[in-house]
């Protein structure tokens, strides 16, 4: 009799629980059980890709890419898809050398005319890994510690586009409810070669039925599910002075020439003030004013700025709340100083005058600045300062990136869409969050095929991506794939 209250009592429970996680349904969602039934399966089809060694920086591990290409179009063939491995040509290293560059999979899981085609972005190839470089486990054993799958490329990107395609063998085991595509490349990390020029030559095909892309990689700002709608750009420049045909004694020399160095440590410290205020003309004057409903976006947003202080060991930030950091890291400028090539930088005391140098800097891009103009702006000013100087050297200033930011709509239908899967996934309302980085390939795969895009990120905010002992959590990696599920559902109601 007390058993069987207590299992009254349980069964209410649940169906109370139920109730409040997934609104007005009580019945268990059959893709999320179908999912859940076969974690094991998916967290296997992790560890398989992990062990492949796809770091498309190492020319002596193209072979892995190749392979993991491969396996990549092999498994969407045996859930029922369609993949074709895309020739994209050579890549010339700097010895002159060249080397077949990975091919591009793009395959397809359904093929209903009457369905609206969902488009996911993704990379297999990854960072190099070592463990002596401070690894805790073999970086490509995917090994699982208190709920962490601990590999190179378990967030960035294997972690992250394998949902995707799980998700798809979920929902067939009822009911596709969309069709999906894959456009998954091997040299994303090592800057996406002759990607733009495939998505050209297939933009009156593969792309011509999409209806919106998916980028699935980047990471979530904390412990909450966020959806992406801005992303920065960066142009990266390059300033040489010149002060003499060899490197010299400063023994000999010193206080005689003009020297290269001296003169670029006055160009590169005429580029900010102490605060970090860009001083160059024309560069502050091209951002957009913040709006008022962009403003209550950054306030809800969960984020402890004093915690991403600490886990970097800065003493202090800039500014001084939440929402100035998250302000400055995805909607404002910011211009670092990278490095001076041909500087003495080793150990020791070598007295040296260095004959030539570049210092190298990079200004992060938002909305509404353009390349174009910085890079005219830029060579302008250090022109002016440069003539300041009074300097006899030769001094010349380059730009070597001009990529553009991306911003979308977070309140379009996309985004809508990942918010009622959100909920249904984690049983909460996402981040609406930008990145201070840049993604290329989200500018690209817009202006190229007029179509919108949504980043939806799986990794957790400190999965590690490039760096040791990177992972990705079994529940960002499960509810993930319930997430990415949900999505592709929610989408196809509207
Ligand atoms: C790509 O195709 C779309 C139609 O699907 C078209 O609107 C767009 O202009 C094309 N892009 C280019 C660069 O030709
Ligand atoms: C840098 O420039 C900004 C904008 O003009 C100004 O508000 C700030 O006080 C300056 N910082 C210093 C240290 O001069
Ligand atoms: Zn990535």
Redesign the pocket.
């Given at each position: 009799m007390t058993m069987l209250l207590f299992q009254i009592g349980l069964a209410i429970l649940t169906i109370l629980l139920l109730k409040d996680t997934c609104g007005a349904s009580v019945t268990p969602d059959p893709v999320f059980q179908y999912i859940d039934a076969n974690q094991e399966k998916f967290v296997q089809r992790l560890k398989e890709w992990v062990v492949i060694k796809s770091d498309s920086s190492d020319p002596s591990l193209r072979n892995e890419v190749h392979k993991m290409m491969e396996i990549t179009a092999e498994l969407i063939k045996t859930l029922g898809g369609t993949a074709e491995l895309v020739d994209i040509g050579l890549q010339q290293l700097p010895s002159g050398e060249t080397l077949k560059l990975p091919s591009v999979v793009l395959g397809q899981i359904g093929q209903d005319p009457d369905k609206p085609t969902l488009c996911i972005y993704g990379h297999t190839d990854v960072q190099p890994a070592r463990k002596e470089d401070g690894w805790d486990t073999d970086p490509y054993t995917l090994t699982e510690i208190n709920g962490n799958l601990y590999g190179r490329g378990a967030s960035d990107d294997k972690g992250q586009i394998l949902p995707w395609i799980n998700a798809a063998e979920a929902l067939q085991s009822q009911e596709l409810p969309v069709n999906f595509k894959f456009l998954i490349e091997g040299m994303e990390e090592v800057g996406s070669d002759g990607l733009a020029e495939l998505i050209?030559k297939r933009?009156?095909t593969f792309?011509?039925d999409v209806d919106y892309i998916v980028l699935a990689d980047t990471a979530w700002i904390s412990e909450k599910p966020a959806l992406t709608y801005g992303a920065r750009g960066n142009c990266y420049f390059l300033v040489e002075v010149e002060c003499a045909n060899r490197d010299l004694h400063s023994g000999s020399y010193g206080g005689v020439i003009h020297e290269a160095m001296t003169d670029l440590i006055a160009l590169l410290d005429s580029l900010t003030n102490s605060s970090g205020h860009i001083l160059i003309p024309g560069i502050n004057e091209a951002v957009a004013a913040l709006t008022d409903e962009e403003t209550k976006l950054y306030s809800g947003i969960s984020f402890d700025h004093e915690e991403f202080r600490n886990k970097i060991g800065a003493q202090e930030l800039r500014q001084k709340n939440k929402e100035d950091v998250l302000l400055q890291r995805w909607r404002y400028p910011s211009l670092t100083i990278h490095g001076i090539e041909g500087a003495f930088s080793g150990a020791g005391t070598k007295t040296v005058i260095p004959a030539k140098v570049i210092g190298k800097f990079s200004i992060r891009q938002v909305p509404d600045m353009d390349p174009l103009q910085v890079e005219k702006q830029v060579i302008e000013y250090l022109d002016k300062k440069f003539a300041e100087l009074k300097s006899p050297n030769k001094m010349k200033t380059t730009m070597v990136i001009g990529a553009k930011p991306w911003l979308t709509d977070p309140n379009n239908k996309a985004f809508h869409a990942g918010r009622k899967a959100s909920k249904r996934a984690f049983g909460v309302e996402p981040d609406l969050i930008r990145v201070g980085g840049t993604i290329p390939i989200a500018t690209t795969l817009e202006d190229?095929?007029?179509k919108n895009l949504i980043m939806m990120p799986l990794g957790g905010p400190y999965d590690a991506a490039h760096g040791q002992n990177e992972k990705i959590s079994r529940y960002n990696y499960i509810e993930g794939t319930k997430f990415a599920a949900a999505y592709a559902q929610e989408f196809a109601k509207l």
């Amino acid at each position: 009799m007390t058993m069987l209250l207590f299992q009254i009592g349980l069964a209410i429970l649940t169906i109370l629980l139920l109730k409040d996680t997934c609104g007005a349904s009580v019945t268990p969602d059959p893709v999320f059980q179908y999912i859940d039934a076969n974690q094991e399966k998916f967290v296997q089809r992790l560890k398989e890709w992990v062990v492949i060694k796809s770091d498309s920086s190492d020319p002596s591990l193209r072979n892995e890419v190749h392979k993991m290409m491969e396996i990549t179009a092999e498994l969407i063939k045996t859930l029922g898809g369609t993949a074709e491995l895309v020739d994209i040509g050579l890549q010339q290293l700097p010895s002159g050398e060249t080397l077949k560059l990975p091919s591009v999979v793009l395959g397809q899981i359904g093929q209903d005319p009457d369905k609206p085609t969902l488009c996911i972005y993704g990379h297999t190839d990854v960072q190099p890994a070592r463990k002596e470089d401070g690894w805790d486990t073999d970086p490509y054993t995917l090994t699982e510690i208190n709920g962490n799958l601990y590999g190179r490329g378990a967030s960035d990107d294997k972690g992250q586009i394998l949902p995707w395609i799980n998700a798809a063998e979920a929902l067939q085991s009822q009911e596709l409810p969309v069709n999906f595509k894959f456009l998954i490349e091997g040299m994303e990390e090592v800057g996406s070669d002759g990607l733009a020029e495939l998505i050209m030559k297939r933009n009156q095909t593969f792309f011509s039925d999409v209806d919106y892309i998916v980028l699935a990689d980047t990471a979530w700002i904390s412990e909450k599910p966020a959806l992406t709608y801005g992303a920065r750009g960066n142009c990266y420049f390059l300033v040489e002075v010149e002060c003499a045909n060899r490197d010299l004694h400063s023994g000999s020399y010193g206080g005689v020439i003009h020297e290269a160095m001296t003169d670029l440590i006055a160009l590169l410290d005429s580029l900010t003030n102490s605060s970090g205020h860009i001083l160059i003309p024309g560069i502050n004057e091209a951002v957009a004013a913040l709006t008022d409903e962009e403003t209550k976006l950054y306030s809800g947003i969960s984020f402890d700025h004093e915690e991403f202080r600490n886990k970097i060991g800065a003493q202090e930030l800039r500014q001084k709340n939440k929402e100035d950091v998250l302000l400055q890291r995805w909607r404002y400028p910011s211009l670092t100083i990278h490095g001076i090539e041909g500087a003495f930088s080793g150990a020791g005391t070598k007295t040296v005058i260095p004959a030539k140098v570049i210092g190298k800097f990079s200004i992060r891009q938002v909305p509404d600045m353009d390349p174009l103009q910085v890079e005219k702006q830029v060579i302008e000013y250090l022109d002016k300062k440069f003539a300041e100087l009074k300097s006899p050297n030769k001094m010349k200033t380059t730009m070597v990136i001009g990529a553009k930011p991306w911003l979308t709509d977070p309140n379009n239908k996309a985004f809508h869409a990942g918010r009622k899967a959100s909920k249904r996934a984690f049983g909460v309302e996402p981040d609406l969050i930008r990145v201070g980085g840049t993604i290329p390939i989200a500018t690209t795969l817009e202006d190229v095929t007029g179509k919108n895009l949504i980043m939806m990120p799986l990794g957790g905010p400190y999965d590690a991506a490039h760096g040791q002992n990177e992972k990705i959590s079994r529940y960002n990696y499960i509810e993930g794939t319930k997430f990415a599920a949900a999505y592709a559902q929610e989408f196809a109601k509207l």
